[in-house]
């Protein structure tokens, strides 16, 4: 009887604190309940819901024949599968399509399955061939997103982790894969939590970083320690894509020079195909809120305009080649901003979108690559901040989430790194007050606000 009584005194505390583990560690509630149940589902349901979806062929004419001659009828051949194998969001499976099947079918069906097996999602690709990858994903990855504990820089320079991706891969944003990159949102959509983690990814690798941020540098002030260069006002700017431009002018030189060299010079047409020693190191310009940029009072400022938006697409059209890349920010971006924003918009085939405050603005991030995209960025919810669309010029996207990174943080970071900013002479001039101050630097400079925004 005593059994009985701690028996039964017990089961609620297992179940509370399955509850808390399950709230808390989603993961190891996974592997440790989710993974097993929904791989027995899977396994036990699967011949019926492919059947159910109608994701299965005829069967062949030796299996009727065989059924006939038992007084059976031959049922239906689903996909051939894999075993379930388990993720650190889910599931996977492998399967082999049926003649006359096609990966349409079964990326239409892919609600269909999340509801028949009570998954959060389920996500179709080709592999190969005839071969398909269903992942199918346990609970929701978006809601808690943090940084990845160890990333291997198996892409090289230049390529860090951002945001965590809906099927519980990482988005990785790879600069010499696209190299520019635009970047929508409305205010407190989590434009800037993607910024700081981009920012604080690139510190810590031998990169030249230079902000552009004429909000008086509310925004990249901060990181002041780690930048090569800030221009804080419109006239600054200007001055800054000038010293950018001759710097592109100097590398297409050098990498003439090095190609000419002789009949035993390496051919290149970029400087990653330069020798280590000789090599430039990568400048990447980050331009926070463009429209900021490119306002326009009178015809002065309209003359400023027009010219630093051709810097801008000179800069977008060569700079791959010379390594040098944009990050482009701001909330709208479109042809009013002036004559030439719509080319230098095509220029930046990278595209994240977050919550944007109308579908025009998520037509201009994601239209010329996915209507379904731009759909899905104006249905992003305002209390989940950081939720973005990505995408890219070959019209594949997906849901994002980048893990949230505080200002302080990212500027303890920046302080921390500051040893690492490269020598470029042509950015001297440029370099922030606060940045010659932490290396002990006496350059002249023009000076940048200290305050920093009280808002994420």
């Known amino acids: 009887m005593t059994d009985t009584v701690w028996a039964l005194a017990l089961c609620p505390v297992a179940l509370v604190a399955l509850l808390v583990v399950r709230r808390r560690l989603p993961v190891a509630f996974w592997w440790l309940v989710g993974y097993p149940l929904v791989a027995l589902r899977v396994l036990a349901t ?22 006939r001659l038992v007084g059976r009828e031959a049922a239906p ?14 599931l996977v499976m492998r399967l082999r399509m049926a003649t006359g099947q096609a990966p349409e079918d079964f990326i239409a069906s892919a609600d269909r399955l999340r509801h028949a097996w ?12 005839g071969r398909l990858e269903l992942r199918l994903i346990g609970w929701d990855v978006l809601a808690d997103v943090r940084h990845p504990r160890r990333w291997r820089q198996g892409g090289g320079p230049l390529s860090l982790p951002l945001a965590l991706r809906e099927d519980g891969h990482w988005y990785v944003r790879d600069f010499r894969t696209v190299p520019h990159e635009l970047i929508l949102g409305a205010t407190q959509s989590g434009k800037s939590v993607y910024l700081r983690n981009l920012v604080c990814g690139l510190a810590r690798q031998p990169v030249v970083l230079v902000g552009i941020d004429c909000k008086w540098g509310v925004e990249l002030a901060p990181f002041a320690p780690r930048l090569s260069a800030l221009a804080d006002t419109p006239d600054r700017a200007n001055a800054l894509l000038d010293a950018l431009l001759e710097e592109m002018e100097a590398r297409f030189r050098l990498i003439g020079l090095t190609s000419a060299a002789g009949p035993d010079a390496v051919l290149t047409s970029d400087v990653w195909g330069l020798p ?28 400023r305009r027009d010219a630093m938006v051709t810097k801008l697409i000179r800069i977008a059209q060569l700079g791959r080649a010379a390594g040098i890349y944009l990050e482009v920010c701001g909330q709208r971006f479109g042809s009013e901003l002036g004559k030439g924003a719509t080319m230098l918009r095509a220029q930046l085939t990278g595209r994240v979108c977050h919550r944007v405050n109308d579908e ?25 901040p950081g939720v973005a669309i990505v995408g890219d010029s070959s019209g594949g996207w997906s849901r994002t989430r980048s893990p949230h990174l505080t200002l302080d943080e990212a500027a303890a970071v920046c302080r921390a790194t ?21 290396a002990g630097v006496g350059t002249p400079a023009a000076a940048v606000p200290t305050a920093r925004p009280v808002t994420e």
């Open 46 to 67: 699967y011949r019926a819901t492919m059947d159910a979806c109608g994701l299965t062929v005829p069967a062949s004419a030796v299996r009727r024949a065989t059924a």
């Open 77 to 90: 051949v689903p996909p051939r599968r894999s075993l379930p194998l388990p993720t650190g969001s889910g």
């Open 118 to 129: 009570a998954a959060h999602a389920v996500h179709i690709r080709p592999t190969k061939p």
């Open 276 to 303: 280590d020693k000789v090599r430039p190191v990568p400048v990447v310009v980050v331009v926070d809120e463009v429209a900021e940029l490119f306002l326009a009072a009178n015809r002065d400022d309209e003359k």
């Open 360 to 384: 025009s603005s998520a037509n201009m991030a994601l239209a010329d690559i996915s209507h379904e995209a731009a759909l899905a960025a104006t249905s992003i919810p305002a209390e989940r």
């Open 418 to 438: 500051s040893a690492l900013v490269p020598a470029l002479p042509r950015l001297d001039p440029f370099r922030p007050v606060a940045a010659d101050e932490s």
